[in-house]
C-alpha cells in the first residue's frame, strides 16, 4: 500500500480544452519549481514530492486529475467497452459510478483487478498514477496513445504525452541521439522505446512501466499477441466467420453515439471494409474522404468511389497539390513526436481537417489489416527464408532491415566520417537490429509469418501508422480510430493458422473471406496497388527549393550528419542512381524538418 500522500491537492480546474500532461517525481528536499497547468498535488510520500499538470494548448485528449485508493492519476483515456469495464468491476465487488471519467474507471480497473482489468480494457489510452514516490506508467494494448518519460537533473523523474513538453523543460538535459537517428534512417520511423532525445523513452504497448524513487525501472507485461493452439481444429468458413463477428463488434464499439461519423477511404479492401461495416451499423450518416494528387498518376479513386456508391456515403475527395505539401510540411513534422519518413503526412492532415471541418469528432480509418493479417512485406522474408544460405538469426534480421528499403545500406556514404565512428563507438548493443531480432527469433511463434506479423505490429504498428494518426488527427480535436488493431481482431488473427492469411499469393485471405458479402468483388479481390505518391516530382519541383536550402543549408552542415556531397548527388539524381532516391530524400527533409522544430 502506497504511503498517506501530504498536501492537499488544488481543487480541479474547469475544463480546460485540447491538452496533454506532465507528471513529476522528484526529491522533496531539491529545487522547488512552479509546474505549469498543475491539476494535482505537489504530493510528498517516500522523501519524494509529484505533482500532475495538463498541458493546455497543446492538442491532446488529457483528462483528470482522478483520485482513487489514494492514488491520482491523469491520463488520455478512450474506452470503448465501458459496460463489460462497469460489470467486472461490479462482479469484483469494488462498482464505479456509471458516469465516472474514463481515466478514472481505467483507474479503478487496474487497482481492482490489476494487469486483468488492462487487459479487459478495450481503446486508446496511456495513464499515469502518482502511487507514493513511484510513477506507474500504462499505454495501451497496440499503442494508439503515447507517452514518454526520462530522468531530471536533480535525480527525479518527469513523464509527458508531449515530447516537447519533456525537451523544454530546463531539468532535463537532452541531446540528439544518434543511435536513434540511425534507427530512423533505417525504418523510416523509430520502432521501439528510443526517441530522438537522448535518455528519453518511449513507452511500449501493452505495458506496466513503474519509475522507481531510486531511478531504476520496471516493466511488466498486461498484453502481448499469442499463438493459440485450442482454435487450429475449426474450418476456414469457421475462422471467418468468428472474425465477422469480431469486426462487426470492433467497428460498432468505436461509431460515435448520436453523430455522423467519417472514414478515410483508399479504395483499398481495409478502408473500404470498414466502410461497409460503418455503413451497416450505424444510426447516422457516413462521411467517406479519400485524397487525390491529381488525375495524371495512378490512383484509387475509381474503387473508392465504387465502395462510397456502393456503401451510400457522402463522399468527397480531395485534391492535394504539391505547392500545398511544400507550404505545410514543416508545420506538420512539428506535430509528431518523432518524425515519419512518410510522405502522406501533410495529405493525412488535411484530411483530419476536411473531417473537423465537417463538424465530425471521430474518424475511423483502415489501418491495420497488412500487420495483423499479412500484407505487403512478407512475401519478401519468406523468399529470402526459403533460399537463404546463411543460417545465423542475425541474417534473418538483416535482412528484414533491408526490405525496408530505406537508408540503411547507404549509410557508410550518407553519413559522415565522425557520426560513422560515433556510432561504431556505440557497438552492436546499439544496431537497429535489436529492434527486430526479438520478434524474428521468438519461438513461442512457431511460423515465419507470425513472427513478421508480429515484428510489424509491435513496430510500424505501434510506433509509426497508430502514432501517427493520433498525432495529426488530434491536432484538429478527431479521434482517429482504427478497428482492424482492436485487441481481439489481433488475438483472433493470431489464432489463426498462417495457410489462411497468406493462401498461395493470396494476401490477407482470411480478411477477405470474412467481409466477401460486404463489398464488389472486384474491390475485395484485386492486388493491392497502393496510392502512388508524387515525392521524385514535388522534390523536383515545389519542394526542390526547400530541400536544398535545408540540407544542404548552414544548420545542417554544422550539425555534422550528412556528407554534402552525397546529399547534393542525390538531388541532382547524377552519379549513381540509388534506388528509391526521392524515398530517402523524403526521409532526410522530414528529419531535418523535426531536428529544427525541436532545436536540435
Same mark, same amino acid.
Given at each position: 500500500m502506497a504511503e498517506p500522500q501530504r498536501l492537499a491537492a488544488p481543487a480541479r480546474a474547469a475544463v480546460r480544452g485540447p491538452a496533454r500532461y506532465t507528471v513529476v517525481s522528484l526529491p522533496a528536499d531539491g529545487e522547488r519549481r512552479p509546474e505549469p497547468g498543475l491539476v494535482a498535488g505537489p504530493f510528498e510520500s517516500g522523501g519524494r514530492r509529484s505533482s500532475a499538470a495538463l498541458l493546455t494548448g497543446v492538442p491532446g485528449f488529457a483528462d483528470g486529475p482522478f483520485t482513487v485508493d489514494g492514488r491520482t492519476a491523469v491520463g488520455e483515456v478512450t474506452l470503448h467497452n465501458r459496460a463489460e469495464l462497469h460489470a467486472a468491476l461490479s462482479a469484483a465487488g469494488r462498482p464505479a459510478e456509471p458516469a465516472c471519467p474514463d481515466g478514472e474507471l481505467l483507474l479503478r480497473c487496474w487497482l481492482a483487478l490489476g494487469p486483468d482489468g488492462l487487459r479487459a480494457a478495450d481503446g486508446m489510452f496511456t495513464l499515469a498514477v502518482l502511487d507514493g514516490p513511484d510513477l506507474v506508467l500504462v499505454r495501451d494494448h497496440v499503442g494508439a496513445r503515447t507517452a514518454f518519460h526520462c530522468r531530471t537533473s536533480g535525480?527525479?523523474?518527469?513523464?509527458?504525452?508531449? /515530447? +516537447?513538453?519533456? +525537451?523544454?523543460?530546463?531539468?532535463?538535459?537532452?541531446?540528439?541521439?544518434?543511435?536513434?537517428?540511425?534507427?530512423?534512417?533505417?525504418?523510416?520511423?523509430?520502432?521501439?522505446?528510443?526517441?530522438? /532525445?537522448?535518455?528519453?523513452?518511449?513507452? /511500449?504497448?501493452? +505495458?506496466?512501466?513503474?519509475?522507481?524513487?531510486?531511478?531504476?525501472?520496471?516493466?511488466?507485461?498486461?498484453?502481448?499477441?499469442?499463438?493459440?493452439?485450442?482454435?487450429?481444429?475449426?474450418?476456414?468458413?469457421?475462422?471467418?466467420?468468428?472474425l465477422r463477428a469480431l469486426l462487426e463488434r470492433a467497428v460498432a464499439r468505436r461509431l460515435p453515439d448520436g453523430e455522423d461519423v467519417a472514414v478515410l477511404l483508399s479504395g483499398g479492401v481495409d478502408s473500404s471494409?470498414?466502410?461497409?461495416?460503418a455503413a451497416r451499423l450505424h444510426d447516422r450518416p457516413v462521411h467517406t474522404y479519400s485524397i487525390s494528387f491529381g488525375n495524371e498518376l495512378p490512383n484509387e479513386l475509381g474503387y473508392s468511389g465504387l465502395v462510397a456508391a456502393h456503401c451510400g456515403t457522402r463522399h468527397q475527395v480531395l485534391t492535394v497539390p504539391g505547392e500545398q505539401v511544400a507550404a505545410r510540411l514543416a508545420d506538420t513534422v512539428a506535430l509528431l513526436d518523432s518524425p515519419v519518413g512518410d510522405p502522406l503526412t501533410v495529405p493525412n492532415l488535411m484530411l483530419a481537417e476536411a473531417v473537423a471541418g465537417d463538424g465530425l469528432s471521430v474518424s475511423l480509418n483502415g489501418e491495420g489489416g497488412d500487420p495483423v493479417f499479412g500484407g505487403p512485406k512478407n512475401l519478401a522474408m519468406l523468399v529470402f527464408e526459403l533460399l537463404r544460405d546463411d543460417p545465423s538469426e542475425q541474417a534473418r534480421s538483416d535482412a528484414y532491415l533491408h526490405t525496408y528499403r530505406k537508408c540503411w545500406e547507404d549509410l557508410p556514404v550518407l553519413l559522415t566520417g565522425d557520426a560513422l565512428a560515433e556510432l561504431d563507438a556505440l557497438g552492436p548493443a546499439a544496431h537497429p537490429r535489436r529492434h527486430v531480432a526479438p520478434y524474428l527469433t521468438d519461438r513461442r511463434m512457431p511460423s515465419?509469418?507470425?513472427? /513478421?506479423?508480429?515484428?510489424?505490429?509491435?513496430t510500424k504498428g505501434a510506433h509509426h501508422i497508430l502514432t501517427k494518426v493520433e498525432r495529426l488527427t488530434s491536432s484538429q480535436g478527431v479521434q482517429g480510430r482504427s478497428p482492424l488493431f482492436d485487441r481481439q481482431v489481433v488475438d483472433h488473427a493470431f489464432g489463426t493458422p498462417p495457410a489462411l492469411k497468406l493462401r498461395g499469393t493470396e494476401e490477407k485471405w482470411i480478411l477477405k473471406e470474412a467481409v466477401r458479402d460486404l463489398l464488389p468483388d472486384t474491390v475485395t479481390y484485386r492486388p493491392k496497388s497502393g496510392m502512388r505518391v508524387p515525392v521524385q516530382q514535388w522534390l523536383r519541383g515545389p519542394l526542390s527549393e526547400l530541400a536544398g536550402d535545408l540540407l544542404l543549408g548552414p544548420a545542417a552542415r554544422a550539425r555534422g550528419l550528412f556528407r554534402p556531397d552525397t546529399v547534393e548527388t542525390w538531388m541532382r539524381g547524377s552519379g549513381l542512381l540509388l534506388?528509391?532516391?526521392?524515398?530517402?530524400?523524403?526521409?532526410?527533409?522530414t528529419l531535418e524538418l523535426w531536428l529544427r522544430a525541436y532545436d536540435l
Open positions: 535525480g527525479g523523474w518527469a513523464v509527458s504525452s508531449s /515530447l +516537447r513538453a519533456l +525537451r523544454e523543460r530546463p531539468d532535463v538535459d537532452t541531446g540528439l541521439d544518434l543511435a536513434a537517428v540511425r534507427s530512423f534512417l533505417t525504418f523510416a520511423y523509430l520502432p521501439g522505446a528510443e526517441t530522438l /532525445l537522448r535518455g528519453v523513452s518511449e513507452l /511500449l504497448p501493452g +505495458r506496466v512501466t513503474r519509475l522507481r524513487a531510486d531511478g531504476s525501472v520496471r516493466v511488466e507485461e498486461f498484453w502481448e499477441p499469442q499463438h493459440r493452439t485450442s482454435d487450429q481444429d475449426l474450418t476456414s468458413d469457421q475462422f471467418a466467420a468468428e471494409l470498414v466502410t461497409a461495416l515465419l509469418l507470425d513472427q /513478421l506479423l508480429h515484428c510489424n505490429l509491435r534506388p528509391r532516391q526521392g524515398g530517402k530524400l523524403w526521409l532526410l527533409l
